[in-house]
C-alpha cells in the first residue's frame, strides 16, 4: 500500500513538471514570426525625371566671352524698360529724353514719321502690363554684338476729351478707350571694343504675336 502511494507521488510530480515544460514557449514557432515588408516592385515604381533645361541661346556663351558684364536677364529688364520710355515718347513725339537710345538713323526715321503726322495726338497711350520680352538672336559683325529682342504687349489708348473753353484749370478726360496688342522685333547694337558703350536701338521690324 505504500509502494503505490509513492509511485502516485511520483507520478504526480513527473506530470506537473512535463505540464510545466510543454505549456511554455519555447524556441521559435510560425506564430512569433515578423511578417516582413515585401519590397517594392522596382518596375512598379514611380521615376521622377528631371525637368528639361530650356534650349541655350547659340552665341551666348561667346558674348559673355567678349564681354565680361554681360547679364542676359539684366540686359532683358533694361531693354523692357527702354522699350517702355521709347514707345511712349514716340507717340508724344517728344524724342530728346530717349535719343541716347537710338542710332541715329533710327532716331532720323522716327522724327521723319512724326513730323509727317497731320495732327497732334489726341489718345493718351498706357501699357496694360508689363510687356513680355525675349532675346530671340544674338550675332556679331566684327567688333558689333547685335541682340533681337521680341516684345509682346497690350497697349490702351485713351480719347480724351478737351474741356470746354472757359473752364479754368480743368483738365482733359478720358471719353473712349480702345485696346491693341503688338508683337515686334527690336535689335539693339553695342560696340564691344568701346569699354561702357551703350546698347542702341538700330532696327525694328513686326513680328508674330
Excluded: C
Excluded at 168 to 196: C, H, I, V
Aim: charged fraction near 30%; aromatic fraction near 8%.
Amino acid at each position: 500500500m505504500a509502494a503505490l502511494v509513492i509511485f502516485a507521488i511520483v507520478a504526480i510530480i513527473i506530470l506537473v513538471q512535463l505540464y510545466s515544460v510543454l505549456g511554455r514557449k519555447v524556441g521559435f514557432r510560425v506564430e512569433d514570426k515578423v511578417l516582413a515588408k515585401p519590397a517594392e516592385d522596382v518596375d512598379g515604381a514611380v521615376k521622377l525625371e528631371r525637368p528639361a533645361e530650356a534650349p541655350r541661346l547659340p552665341n551666348l556663351d561667346l558674348l559673355k566671352s567678349r564681354d565680361v558684364n554681360f547679364n542676359e536677364i539684366n540686359f532683358l529688364e533694361k531693354a523692357r524698360e527702354t522699350y517702355e520710355q521709347i514707345v511712349q515718347a514716340y507717340h508724344r513725339g517728344e524724342l530728346d529724353p530717349v535719343k541716347d537710345r537710338l542710332s541715329e538713323n533710327v532716331l532720323a526715321i522716327f522724327r521723319q514719321a512724326i513730323a509727317s503726322r497731320s495732327a497732334p495726338v489726341s489718345r493718351r497711350l498706357s501699357f496694360v502690363e508689363t510687356p513680355k520680352a525675349d532675346i530671340d538672336l544674338i550675332d556679331f559683325k566684327d567688333d558689333t554684338a547685335q541682340i533681337r529682342v521680341r516684345f509682346l504687349s497690350e497697349l490702351m489708348f485713351e480719347e480724351m476729351l478737351q474741356p470746354a473753353d472757359g473752364e479754368e484749370g480743368a483738365k482733359p478726360q478720358p471719353k473712349d478707350k480702345s485696346y491693341e496688342r503688338t508683337a515686334e522685333f527690336w535689335t539693339f547694337q553695342k560696340n564691344l571694343r568701346t569699354p561702357g558703350s551703350p546698347w542702341l536701338l538700330t532696327h525694328t521690324m513686326a513680328a508674330k504675336a
